[in-house]
């Protein structure tokens, strides 16, 4: 058959390139109605060479390979399976002095000899030498003043009007807790309040959204962070109840209650302390304080409970009479807790700050019963041992040294600060640090000499007796309208930072200046002075 | 008279070996009055005497913080005396003293002990 090309579109001539064309044959089917005859005729090739493409490649194309398909199976492996048989490392021998009887005396008398002439000459310049008066060195930038790091709220609470009761830092030092609740309902409201934790050093460190939000079905009055685990919090209640929760599970956060049985306190839990068990040093329970009268050791036990270890009670009539005392009222014969802080050098000595105002050296170790009539499952004992002169109203917060073992504070709504030494019931002194109720004291972790004070003023007083004996050395503005400061904590790991929280439902952490954090050559003497000026 | 030779003065048959119980024979009681000669002197808060492997042979002070100035001390003696020999291969370590804020440690270096001593002098 012939092809015919059309002519038409592509008759268009003088394009470089264009296809020549072989147009012929008859035209013979043109129009209807005129019988055409059909003709055979051959006409030319019509090629359209390519524009675009040069040369045409080769185009191959696989029919078959030569080499044979490799199949694999897997036969077998060559891991060995094992079993610890020993281990080479041996339990470490704690190193102490040798025994004197494997020295050799003699060669250790005639180094002795040799060097015992110059250390002495060397001793004695150095007693006499005045080289390196005023001489100090500054290792770290220098803090000249106290400044405001952080402002930390949690707005849902601040809206309902909630207070910061209390403040607690974690063991790593870098997460700060607060309680929300308020100090001044008399009534049993069932308010809901709020514990609400803020990791400083986490990025991205929004103040107004704290990192762990857990809700109380009352008013939290008192939070202590775990000793050793970062994010277990104790928190006492306006109920009398004692909460443990764990902060870094926000599902279901509540790890133990005491729950509402007869064991629990029937007042407000004012404070809270994690001690270490008496047998199981790494394991803790926890010391709950209330103004009912009882001191109350909790351990975690199962099912979610705190089951009651040990308890004691403070009864009027077994108080020691060291000092004289105000008649209590008719009928009543249990004396309030307020305050407990224990001693860092003895470990079962406690201090408890009360009601009538007056503080109460205790000890864990008490064997005598308790003469109260109050129902629990432990026998309770009377663990007062010693009282101290009253201040002028209730004491609501007490602090022990921890550089010496006799001294602590206690401060109250009288608005001074009594500091006590252990050996005598009159304090050693007493300073009026605020005209109205002073809500927290604290020694610092690092200076001897220096304890921080919070006011109803809505300030936080810095006192350093090294100083001024008289007056504080600095007064931090917390609130501007002058509401009370309830409580302030020393971070003892991070020792520039000092954490208040005020009646506005604020946290502020202050950076402190350098001078409240580096201790100088002599304070450890300085207060032993201060402590040794005990009447005789 | 006879051949016999005459034996030496009476020493014990095997002179190296010491009895294993100290007697408070002289270098014993020498090294304690030494050592509390030291202790006594004004200022002197503890003193101890290490030996070359920086293990505490005598100390006044409680085991844990003796254990610590005698690991740490020893190391730093070490890395001083390699210094002064660095410097100078004909010069040797004598004395070592370092001040810190609240107390000053000298120790005494030697072959085979080193003897150090805390001293909080009078600011």
């Known amino acids: 058959t012939a092809t015919r090309a059309q ?72 891991a060995r399976s094992h079993a610890d048989a020993q281990v080479q490392t041996e339990a470490p021998v704690p190193v102490s002095t040798l025994p004197p009887s494997r020295l050799d005396t003699a060669r250790l008398a005639a180094f002795l000899r040799r060097v015992e002439a110059m250390v002495i000459r060397e001793l004695n310049k150095n007693w006499q030498s005045h080289a390196f008066d005023g001489f100090e060195v500054n290792w770290t930038e220098q803090q000249q003043t106290v400044s405001c790091l952080h402002t930390l709220c949690y707005p849902p609470a601040q809206g ?9 830092w974690n063991t790593t030092g870098s997460v700060v807790a607060c309680a929300y609740g308020r100090l001044d309902d008399g009534d049993w409201s069932t308010l809901k309040s709020f514990v609400c934790a803020w990791n400083l050093d986490r990025r991205g460190l929004n103040p107004r959204q704290p990192s762990a939000v857990v809700e109380a079905p009352s008013a939290v009055l008192c939070l202590a962070f775990h000793p050793t685990q970062p994010s277990h919090i104790a928190g006492g209640l306006y109920s009398g109840e004692v909460l443990v929760w764990d902060m870094s599970r926000p599902e279901d956060p509540l790890l133990w209650r005491t729950g509402l049985t007869d064991d629990t306190h029937t007042d407000p839990v004012y404070q809270v302390v994690w001690l270490p068990e008496p047998r199981q040093s790494h394991r803790f329970q926890v010391l709950s304080v209330a103004t009912d009268g009882k001191v109350l050791l909790w351990q975690g036990g199962g099912a979610g409970r705190l089951q009651l270890t040990e308890g004691f009670a403070l009864v009027v009539q077994q108080l020691p009479r060291s000092t004289k005392l105000k008649k209590p009222p008719r009928g009543e014969t249990e004396v309030g807790a307020t305050a407990v802080a224990f001693s860092s050098f003895d470990p079962s000595l406690f201090v408890l700050g009360t009601e009538g105002g007056f503080p109460v050296k205790c000890s864990l170790a008490a064997e005598e019963a308790a003469l109260t009539r109050m129902p629990s499952s432990v026998p309770l004992r009377a663990p007062a041992q010693f ?150 | ?114 003897l150090i001593v805390i001293q909080n002098p009078c600011e």
């Not at chain 1, 268009?12 to 008859?26: I, K, P």
């Not at chain 1, 009288?414 to 006590?420: A, E, I, K, N, T």
């Not at chain 2, 730093?76 to 001040?99: E, G, W």
């Open chain 1, 387 to 536: 009282t101290f002169s009253p201040h002028g109203g209730p004491i609501y917060s007490v602090s022990c040294s921890p550089f010496h073992r006799n001294l602590f504070l206690s401060a109250g709504t009288d608005g001074h600060v009594h500091l006590y030494s252990m050996l005598q019931a009159q304090p050693l002194i007493s300073l009026q640090l605020s005209y109205k109720y002073l809500f927290a004291v604290r020694w610092s972790p690092v200076r001897p000499l220096v304890f921080a004070a919070a006011s109803g003023e809505g300030d936080v007083r810095l006192f350093d007796l090294q100083k001024s004996s008289q007056k504080p050395t600095i007064s931090i503005k917390q609130t501007e309208d002058g509401s009370p400061v309830y409580c302030l904590e020393f971070n003892s790991q991070q020792t520039q930072l000092l954490a208040a929280g005020d009646a506005k439902g604020t946290v502020k952490v202050w950076q402190l200046s350098t001078e409240f954090t580096e201790q100088g050559p002599r304070e450890t003497e300085d207060l032993d002075q201060l402590a040794a000026e005990v009447a005789t």
């Open chain 2, 1 to 114: 008279m006879g051949g016999r030779p005459s034996r030496s003065p009476a020493r014990s048959p095997l002179p190296h070996l010491r009895p294993i119980a100290p007697g408070l024979g002289e270098p014993q009681a020498e090294v304690e009055e030494t050592l509390k000669r030291i202790q006594s002197h004004k200022g002197v808060i503890g003193n101890m005497v290490v030996n070359a492997e920086g293990i505490p042979i005598r100390t006044t002070l409680d085991n844990s913080t003796t254990v610590q100035y005698a690991g740490l001390l020893h190391q730093l003696t070490t890395k001083a005396r390699s210094t002064v020999r660095d410097i100078d291969p004909q010069n040797d370590l004598t004395f070592l003293r370092i001040r810190s804020k609240k107390h000053e440690i000298m120790v005494a270096p030697d072959k085979e002990y080193l």
């Open chain 1, 7 to 78: 002519p038409g579109p592509l008759g268009r001539a003088g394009r470089a390139g264009s296809a020549a064309l072989a147009t012929g044959g008859a035209a013979s089917a043109k129009g209807p109605g005129r019988p055409g005859q059909l003709q055979d005729e051959t006409l030319g090739v019509a090629s359209v060479p390519s524009q675009w493409r040069g040369v045409q490649g080769i185009r191959g194309e696989t029919k078959s390979c030569q080499t044979a398909g490799i199949a694999t199976a897997e036969a077998s492996a060559q």
């Open chain 1, 160 to 168: 309902q009007g909630l207070h910061v009761t209390s403040i607690s």
